[in-house]
């Protein structure tokens, strides 16, 4: 089973080989120690950034735009506590009408993209594999603070 996974359809770049290698190394240094380092790496990693569109996702404050909620939703969603609550055996909970209970809201979601402003790719080096677009895709994003969000997140 694949749980993070990022494809050359929306972010290209099938013709490369080590932007691709890269994300696959974070899952070997990775394989014996604890998730919250993968998604740590993985949040970084500017294929993901571009796959999930989180790059270049900045604070309201920053130029009057919400925060892309894409990486935050999936990460919720997909990487981790899915969309409904489940009991230990692995069944959905339901509320006293029959409803599955979801684990979260739009407003956590939209709190949760907050975290994920400012990224953004660090410059071309030489010695390395160039995207298309001349981009450094190979290593971690840099996070930007004037696009961070500043404020507390509940």
Not at 50 to 58: D, K, Q
Not at 90 to 109: F, M
Not at 113 to 124: D, I, L, M, N, S
Request: hydrophobic share 30%.
């Amino acid at each position: 089973s694949q749980i993070i996974v990022v494809s050359t359809q929306g972010v290209g770049g099938d013709h490369l080989s080590e932007q691709w290698l890269s994300f696959y190394d974070i899952f070997l240094r990775h394989s014996f120690g604890s998730y919250r380092d993968v998604l740590k790496e993985v949040t970084f990693n500017p294929l993901m950034g571009r796959y999930l569109t989180h790059t270049g996702s900045s604070s309201y404050d920053h130029n009057g735009r919400y925060p892309n909620e894409n990486y935050a939703r999936e990460i919720m969603q997909l990487f981790s506590i899915g969309l409904d609550k489940l009991d230990p055996d692995g069944t959905v909970q339901r509320d006293a009408s029959g409803t599955e209970i979801p684990t979260y809201s739009n407003a956590q979601i939209l709190n949760f993209a907050r975290v994920f402003t400012g990224f953004v790719e660090q410059e071309p080096r030489s010695n390395v594999e160039h995207s298309d677009e001349g981009k450094n895709m190979i290593d971690a994003m840099r996070i930007d603070a004037t696009m961070h969000d500043i404020y507390p997140k509940p």
